[in-house]
């Protein structure tokens, strides 16, 4: 079985500082693990994901994510948050040894709310 | 590209009425899924599908069915409308299983009366 926890509904920061949205997984292989983001009415997009290798992945609009196998997290980043990056963000996980249908676990979501 | 498409945007049923969902897509992907979105919930499945043809019950099937009879389409049947299938309905698709990300369409709101 796969799952994935976020454990905080809501993040607020201030515009500038440096943010973190947090993301823990569970899986009996190894995992995939991926972040979207999802704007006011709109559909998910992809922003990064880990697959193997380096435990720092970069994506999209300055958000890096650390893959911790050993605290078995993923959790997002970026070192100056901007009043854009405001919207609801969703980890997810698939477990390497069942990958056959492409499933993904997602994640409630995290709101992230940037201040000016 | 247009990606992933999805037809109505908005639709507005009675109790006891059926519709259904389109969702198109035009990048060849192979494996195809619909969700639902509950605040609070998150992203739960409702039917998937790996191929033409081919279609699977995900994690919350009850009341609804589909259909994938072209690669591009997969569609999503409510044949007797709720008021808990009030939601917002997501399509999304993948090229393949293995470390691909989905790509999602834009969605579509759905509130049963």
């Known amino acids: 079985a796969q799952s994935v926890a976020q454990p905080e509904d809501q993040v607020n920061v201030a515009e500038g500082n440096p943010l973190t949205v947090k993301c823990t997984y569970s899986?009996?292989?190894?995992?995939?693990l991926f972040w979207y983001v999802q704007y006011p009415n709109r559909g998910l997009q992809f922003l990064l994901k880990?697959?193997?290798?380096?435990?720092l992945v970069k994506g999209s609009y300055g958000f890096e994510a650390e893959f911790n196998k050993s605290q078995t997290s993923f959790h997002l980043k970026k070192p100056s948050a901007l009043v854009s990056d405001s919207a609801l963000y969703f980890c997810?996980?698939?477990?390497?040894?069942?990958?056959?249908?492409?499933?993904?676990?997602f994640g409630d979501g995290t709101t992230l709310t940037v201040k000016p | 590209n247009a990606g992933v498409t999805q037809t109505p945007k908005f639709r507005v049923l009675k109790t006891g009425q059926s519709m259904t969902l389109l969702c198109a897509q035009d990048?060849?992907?192979?494996?195809m899924y619909w969700y639902r979105q509950d605040p609070g919930m998150g992203l739960r499945l409702i039917h998937y599908?790996?191929?033409?043809?081919?279609?699977a019950k995900g994690e919350v099937p009850d009341g609804y069915n589909v259909s994938r009879l072209k690669k591009q389409n997969f569609l999503l049947g409510l044949e007797s409308a709720a008021p808990s299938q009030t939601s917002v309905y997501f399509c999304?698709?993948?090229?393949?299983?293995?470390?691909?990300?989905?790509?999602f369409g834009p969605g579509t709101r759905l509130t049963v009366l």
């Open positions: 880990y697959i193997t290798g380096d435990n």
């Open positions: 997810a996980v698939r477990d390497i040894l069942n990958t056959n249908a492409g499933k993904s676990t």
């Open positions: 990048m060849n992907h192979e494996y």
């Open positions: 899986v009996s292989g190894n995992p995939y």
């Open positions: 599908s790996v191929g033409e043809g081919t279609t």
């Open positions: 999304a698709s993948i090229r393949t299983g293995g470390g691909n990300e989905q790509f």
